[in-house]
């Protein structure tokens, strides 16, 4: 799996601030983006995010390349409605024989089952290159493909989306491959604006506690954050 950031709102955080403001004084966004300075920028988006002032986030907006998903994935992550999504499509791309299929970490560890797996993938493949021998249109034949055949994606997601989905995905107790994309997404976007995502990440830690009550995976998460995301 491979994510990457292709482009985002320039200025994203200023914006974001100066959106903030103009909701609570006489001057409006232009007179304010100019002479807004770092310091006010932090903390009009901390204000707002500790007040779930959230509608400024959706002026924001990031655009991500994400190669090498499972069609699982895919069709989980276009459940977040409010975003904008263009997908590889099978209809139109013949598959390559050698094209790439995400097994699942529990089948890995299991060598027969691996095995096992990747022969029944073999073999899809296999039934898949015949029908198109045989004329069947590959809107047809992709019929026979496997749900963990790998996709290509572009996603487009504002700010405010991308706080909820992180809340969502990248919780532990979340799907194993979209959790892993969630955070992949979320490490690029802090790179960016650390501000906007200071507090980005699994519920628990915006709540300071465990949603569903499990305070060692709560540990856990905080632990995870701490080390593996970087703020300024």
Known sequence: MKVTLLSYTPDAERIVASAARVCYGERSADEIFSDISEEKIKKRIGDALSKGHMSIFEHASYVFSI???????????????LAS????SQRYVRMDPETE????????????LQG???????????????????????????????SSCSTNIVVTMNARELL??????????????????????????????????????????SLERCPQGDLKC????QKIWLEDLTHE
Not at 67 to 81: A, F, M, Y
Not at 137 to 144: F, G, N, P, T, V
Request: charged content about 30%.
């Open 101 to 112: 299929f995400v097994i699942p970490i529990r089948i890995k560890e299991d060598k027969r």
């Open 116 to 146: 096992l797996y990747i022969e029944a993938v073999k073999n899809a493949v296999k039934l898949y290159e015949e029908f198109l021998s045989r004329g069947i249109s590959q809107e047809d034949a992709r019929y026979i493909l496997p």
């Open 67 to 81: 190669k090498g998903i499972s069609r699982i994935t895919s069709h989980q992550l276009v459940r977040h409605r």
């Open 218 to 221: 709560f540990v856990k998460m």
């Open 164 to 205: 909820h989905f992180f809340a969502l995905r990248c919780c532990k107790k979340a799907q194993w491959e979209i959790r892993n994309l969630a955070w992949k997404m979320l490490r690029e976007s802090v790179k960016v604006s650390p501000t906007i995502f200071q507090k980005a990440g699994p519920e628990c830690l």
């Open 85 to 88: 999504y263009s997908q590889q």
